[in-house]
């Protein structure tokens, strides 16, 4: 049941999605759905905090595995493409900040702690970079880390918009460009 509701809340957003929706993708009555789920948004608040689980995990997967930090930063934009290669889903992220103003005040929490996640592992990595002299940001590296995720979730926006994922590949130059490192 949370595998669709994050498939459809990925791809239409938080209030574009119904019980009646998930109903029919699951093939159970709402009746059942609330049994679970009292509101929409107990299951708007599931889903994000196990999609911000997910993200940590893929995190610290990059972070063991990956030794050079553009390296890290280029693997994390890569989360984003394969998310929209996935049946043109977004960042669940990016789409429930959309709608932020009709998002209950929990899911609204959870929704800022994903966020608070990813620049503070972004953060970590510019400023581990520039540390070793690999990496030459123009600002701190939270601001940078604040940049890189408006561009990479803006970008899955624009992405959408022309279905071009080559736009990817921009958005990974654009990212070398805010780390201060030579371009590939």
Same mark, same amino acid.
Request: hydrophobic residues 40%; contains cysteine; negative net charge.
């Given at each position: ?9 990925? @791809? ?48 610290? @997967? ?123």
């Amino acid at each position: 049941m949370l595998d669709t509701a994050q498939k459809l809340f990925q @791809q239409r957003g938080y209030n574009a999605v119904s019980y009646y929706d998930l109903s029919r993708q699951v093939g159970v009555t709402t009746a059942t759905i609330h049994y679970y789920f009292p509101t929409k948004a107990d299951i708007a608040t599931a889903v994000l905090e196990r999609y911000t689980n997910v993200l940590h995990e893929e995190l610290e @997967q990059i972070r063991t595995t990956t030794a050079e930090p553009l390296t890290k930063l280029i693997q994390f934009a890569d989360i984003f493409r394969a998310t929209y290669t996935d049946e043109g889903r977004l960042c669940l992220g990016g789409m429930f900040a959309a709608d932020l103003a009709s998002l209950p005040p929990p899911t609204q929490d959870a929704l800022r702690a994903f966020f608070t996640i990813a620049e503070h592992w972004i953060a970590g990595v510019v400023e581990e970079g520039a540390q070793v002299g690999l990496l030459h940001p123009p600002a701190s590296p939270p601001q940078v880390a604040q940049s890189i995720l408006a561009l990479l979730e803006g970008g899955m926006l624009i992405t959408r918009t022309f279905d071009d994922t080559q736009r990817f590949n921009t958005y990974t130059t654009c990212i070398r460009a805010l780390v201060g490192a030579p371009p590939a």
